[in-house]
């Protein structure tokens, strides 16, 4: 069964982006969040990344019309009864995103696809949560997700050909480059991702050289878009630290301990451009 509607759970940084690139492919788009306000605020971030589209001829103001129309923002879980395919992009708990997939394997068809947008948890245990955990499957988006091609998609122990083989056709259809990983700490982008940039960090806080610099040797000598302060900043350093707790209490591995300058800075609040400050001032 092909996918004609899909949900999103969260319409934050990552879900508002989800919703773009499916409304754009042409999919009708339930946009879930635990308040209106919150989910017409994810609506209005899709607005304005489309209208930039069309202020640089990438995107026809006729295509970011249709767009907008296919986007439906609600506050009512119920609401994604009719969905296909819903992609969870919740914070990074597991508690939660357990109790999101047993309410959504209440909610949904027993043969629409459940995702989770997660860039480190288990995705064993979250299907696990759920009925028919078959249909489970990870689709891990890259920020911001209407310019990343990158589409990794990993598999629980329990995730179906079938399943991989429908998101792969989803994946296709919104222009993005997948990658299939099993289900591992970290997956392959956040565990290689992650090892850069605590790396980066130890480097900063053992003055070996400035923020800046450390970022120009891997944008000028690796060829990539971004730094890792950089993009630890763009992530955000609290979920940065979330995740290297995880990586380094389900690998015990050195290259995940988190520095005690990530601590101090989640600590004392600057958690990167959300909050005007990280390793740089914003």
Same mark, same amino acid.
């Given at each position: 069964m092909s996918f004609q509607t899909v949900g999103v759970v969260g319409a934050g940084t990552m879900g508002h982006g989800i919703a773009h690139v499916s409304a754009q492919a042409g999919f009708q788009v339930v946009l /879930?969040?635990? +308040?209106?306000a919150a989910a017409q605020a !994810?609506?209005?971030k899709i607005e304005k990344n489309l209208t930039i589209g069309v202020e640089k001829k990438k995107v026809t103001p006729e295509a970011r019309a249709e767009a907008l129309a296919r986007i439906r923002v609600t506050e009512a879980l119920a609401d994604l009864a009719g969905c296909q395919l819903v992609i969870e992009a919740a914070p990074e708990k597991l508690a939660l995103k357990q109790e999101l997939f047993r309410n959504l394997s209440g909610l949904c068809a027993a043969d629409a696809v459940l995702a989770t947008n997660t860039s480190s948890l288990s995705l064993t245990e979250i299907a696990a949560a759920a009925t028919n955990p078959q249909r489970v499957v990870g689709l891990h988006f890259f920020n911001p997700v209407h310019l990343m091609k990158l589409l990794e998609v990993v598999r629980a122990l329990q995730t179906s050909d079938e399943t991989v083989e429908r998101v792969r056709a989803y994946g296709a259809a919104i222009g993005k480059q997948l990658i299939v990983v099993k289900d591992s700490p970290g997956f392959a982008s956040s565990r290689l991702g992650v090892a850069l940039g605590l790396e980066a960090t130890r480097m900063l806080e053992e003055g070996v050289a400035s923020a800046e610099d450390i970022d120009q040797a891997m944008k000028l000598g690796y060829g990539h878009p971004m730094g890792p302060l950089e993009l630890g900043d763009l992530v955000g350093l609290d979920v940065r630290l979330a995740i290297a707790e995880y990586l380094y209490a389900e690998t015990g591995s050195p290259t995940f301990r988190p520095p005690q300058l990530l601590k101090k800075l989640v600590r004392a609040g600057k958690l990167g451009k959300? +909050? !005007?400050? !990280? /390793?740089?001032r914003y």
């Open positions: /879930f969040d635990v +308040t209106r !994810g609506l209005s959300k +909050t !005007g400050e !990280g /390793f740089y």
